[in-house]
């Protein structure tokens, strides 16, 4: 069934060989990926794509063989397999139409929506399902877990599910990014490889051949000579947000992460959860009891690093712009205060958004760290998004 594709490839010059196709077929009976487009389409890429300079070539042939694949109805799969016990569970969660979410109004802001909570706290007696008053399930209070309501404080559920929560009343455990994560693409190495600020230094290690010739030529004999090694001396201070939803971006902010570790030797790294606030961490397991202050990066590390924030900038409001509106946390300042501190502690700043440009407007947060990070100092995790930020850094 696939051999149309196999000849969609040959016929748009993509260079595929009949091994690599073989491999293609192997994955796809190894059930690597079921039933996401997506998926098919990267995992494809992937095994079939040697040159990213071919990326184009395979995305027309792609569409010329695929065309439609994303309108396939899932109910006759959803026929053909079980359904798993956990999905029945679920049930119980709320599921409300557009006109329906339309008809809740949010609490009437941060200051009332905390005096709120805590009044509730102090009546409330027991457990609550449905409704839209108390701390429960699978209703449309502003507490709780499983409803919907357009700003909440999210109690008692394991992950985000409209992305709509003001503040995450439950300790979540992030783990750690691999910097030894193979890469799958060698796109954002190639673009990290344009902020570079060649240096000779250290130990003379390194066979210095022009040198070697030259003296020996001027002194009749073999007269070896060594030289430091060239390094790439530009500086780098890593900030990467973790958890929540950033999720579904942990792989692609892996291989960037990995990218940076074996193209940078001057780098340092600090993990963060949606927007800077007064501490920091290297380790996700000790990020509660091993925190870093902010004030203490600040101070450490001078204007000559280059300064790179990571993460999809997707928040509430009141995470960026109000005292006390960290979603796990009471913040003395906002975060905007705090990125205002970095941004003039690092003249040279960017932050890299995983989330697809066209679809930044409709964030109200991402226009806020924008405004004040600078217009330009924010790209997407893209090949030209990258290739734009080094730009940017460089200069």
């Known amino acids: 069934m696939f051999l149309p594709f196999f000849e969609a490839l040959r016929t748009h010059n993509v260079p595929v060989s009949l091994r690599e196709f073989l491999a293609f077929l192997e994955a796809m009976k190894a059930d690597l990926i079921t ?4 998926g098919f389409y990267f995992l494809a890429r992937t095994i079939l794509v040697k040159d ?20 396939i109805s899932t109910d006759a799969v959803l026929e053909a397999v079980d359904i798993p016990r956990e999905w029945l569970e679920k049930m119980a969660e709320k599921h409300l ?5 339309a008809e809740i109004e949010a609490a009437g802001g941060f200051d009332k929506l905390m005096e709120t909570l805590k009044k509730r706290l102090e009546e409330q007696k027991g457990r609550h399902q449905g409704g839209n008053k108390w701390v429960g399930t699978a209703g449309t209070s502003p507490f ?4 919907y309501n357009p ?17 995450v009343w439950d300790k ?3 783990r750690n990014l691999d910097d030894t994560v193979e890469l799958g693409t060698r796109n954002i190495k190639v673009a990290l490889k344009r902020l570079r600020r060649w240096a000779r230094d250290g130990a003379n290690e390194e066979l210095d051949l022009n040198g070697t010739i030259r003296a020996t030529a001027e002194h009749g004999y073999l007269d070896v000579k060594t030289r430091p090694e060239r390094r790439n001396a530009v500086r780098v201070l890593l900030f990467l947000d973790v958890g929540g939803s950033m999720d579904p971006h942990v792989r692609v902010v892996e291989e960037l992460f990995s990218a940076a570790r074996a193209e940078f030797k001057h780098m340092e790294y600090f ?7 007064e501490g920091v961490w290297r380790d996700n397991r000790r990020r509660w009891n091993a925190q870093i202050p902010t004030h203490e990066v600040l101070r450490t590390y001078g204007p000559e690093y280059k300064c790179i924030f990571v993460g999809d900038a997707s928040m509430s409001p009141y995470e960026v712009a109000y005292p006390g509106g960290a979603s796990e946390h009471w913040n003395e300042e906002s975060g905007a205060t705090w990125l205002a501190r970095a941004r003039t502690q690092w003249p040279s700043v960017l932050w890299i958004n995983p989330v697809p440009e066209k679809y930044w ?6 226009a806020m760290i924008q405004e004040v990070m600078g217009p330009d100092c924010m790209v997407p995790m893209t090949l030209e998004g990258l290739s734009r930020g080094m730009k940017e850094l460089t200069r």
């Not at 139409?97 to 979410?101: L, N, P, R, T, Y």
């Not at 993990?271 to 606030?277: A, E």
């Open 35 to 38: 039933y996401d487009v997506e």
């Open 52 to 71: 990213e300079r071919n990326i184009d070539r395979f995305d027309r042939a792609f569409a010329a063989a695929f065309s439609g694949l994303e309108e």
């Open 97 to 101: 139409s557009d006109a329906e979410k």
């Open 144 to 147: 709780g877990a499983y409803g």
């Open 151 to 167: 700003e909440g404080v999210r109690i008692g559920q394991d992950r985000s599910r409209h992305q709509r929560a003001v503040k």
């Open 172 to 174: 979540r455990e992030f």
């Open 271 to 277: 993990y963060f959860h949606n927007c800077l606030y």
């Open 361 to 366: 407007s409709y964030t109200q947060s991402i």
